[in-house]
């Protein structure tokens, strides 16, 4: 059975770190919102004179957060209609919320639910501080925005987005990111994916 996994949280949660450790135990796809669509948004809202690193304008969310959650979206289809599995890395917030969603992904890869096992890896950061120190240590240009309104990100890390999709509720894990990435930590994810 081909898997569809998401790794969904807030800024310096550690997604990418947790989606590259459990890729070590199942190949897949790695689809990360940031790379696929960033420097497309980054030079849009330069031509437009605004801050490239600000994903919280009005501008940003009326006309690039959609086209860039979609043009993820459609990379992922073509690597499930091509057999492989998909590690989806982003907060996915309002797509989460849409049902229909997750049914158009599996319809548009030719694919039907007794092929496809999805699964959700909510990661959360129960310290706040480590989430400013993880990006802080990231240094890209894009936190810069992140860290200058910080009051707005640091009640983030451990929000759990309310999840729509018809999945049973054992498809979904909430994870704790915070301290060592311990083997007992990284066999928990293993089995929660690979079961």
Not at 64 to 81: F, G
């Amino acid at each position: 059975m081909q898997k569809l996994i998401f790794f969904v949280g807030m800024a310096g949660t550690g997604k990418t770190t947790v989606a590259r450790e459990l890729s070590k135990c199942l190949p897949a796809a790695f689809l990360d919102r940031d790379t696929i669509g960033g420097r497309f948004v980054e030079a849009v809202l330069e031509m437009k004179g605004l801050d490239k690193n600000d994903r919280d304008s009005a501008f940003y969310k009326a006309n690039l957060r959609d086209l860039e959650y979609d043009t993820t979206k459609d990379v992922c289809i073509e690597n499930l209609a091509a057999g492989q599995n998909v590690f989806m890395i982003s907060p996915f917030t309002s797509e989460l919320q849409n049902k229909a969603w997750i049914e158009d992904v599996i319809n548009a890869a030719g694919l039907t639910r007794e092929q496809l096992d999805i699964k959700v890896i909510v990661v959360t950061l129960q310290n706040k501080e480590l989430q400013r120190e993880r990006i802080v240590g990231r240094q890209t240009e894009r936190d810069q925005w992140k860290l200058a309104h910080w009051g707005d990100f640091q009640s983030r890390g451990d929000f759990v987005p309310v999840i729509n999709w018809d999945i049973p509720a054992g498809s979904i894990m909430v994870f704790d990111n915070s301290g060592e990435m311990t083997e007992e930590k990284v066999e928990r994810l293993r089995s929660f994916v690979l079961s």
